[in-house]
């Protein structure tokens, strides 16, 4: 499986997708799907942020996914995948929150999940209900990587 984004050009994330755009989400296309998907599930998380925040820091959840493509600012108006809990939920009810490194540039890392099944959880859910759900279904996973400048 491979995973591409049109929002990333030469390993930089696009201004529009953080903190010095319109911090929309970003657009992926998943390509060499596994025989058997049923589903995509997706992680879009920051581990720079592990010495700045204490954790690895969560910008957008989703699954339930059952198209190849997802186009950018799609968090906010898709109704054909779950977009769950990120790091930030308590403070706004977007469901991806846009990029910021506050000490230098970070990696963020898209992870997509094909899986044999569809996901039994509601919106109101953060990662690690999503990773334990996904147990003993993923039949494959993909790593995206790009940075995003100070």
Avoid at 57 to 77: A, K, P, Q
Avoid at 118 to 146: C, P, R, S, T, V
Wanted: hydrophobic residues 35%; aromatic residues 14%.
């Amino acid at each position: 499986m491979k995973i591409t984004s049109i929002g990333l050009k030469n390993g930089i994330f696009d201004d529009k997708y953080g903190k010095r755009g319109q911090e929309i989400s970003i657009p992926f296309k998943i390509e060499d799907i596994p025989k058997n998907t049923k589903s995509f599930a997706f992680l879009f998380e920051d581990k720079d942020a592990i010495p700045v925040c204490g954790f690895s820091f969560i910008h957008w959840v989703g699954w339930n996914l059952t198209r190849d493509e997802v186009h950018e600012g799609e968090s906010e108006t898709a109704n054909d995948f779950i977009s769950g809990y990120h790091s930030l939920s308590k403070e706004t009810d977007k469901h991806y929150v846009g990029m910021a490194p506050p000490d230098k540039d970070h990696t963020y890392e898209l992870h997509v999940y094909a899986l044999d099944c569809m996901i039994d959880l509601d919106e109101q859910h953060y990662f690690n209900d999503l990773y334990w759900k996904m147990e003993g279904h993923i039949l494959e996973e993909a790593i995206l990587k790009g940075i995003y400048k100070v």
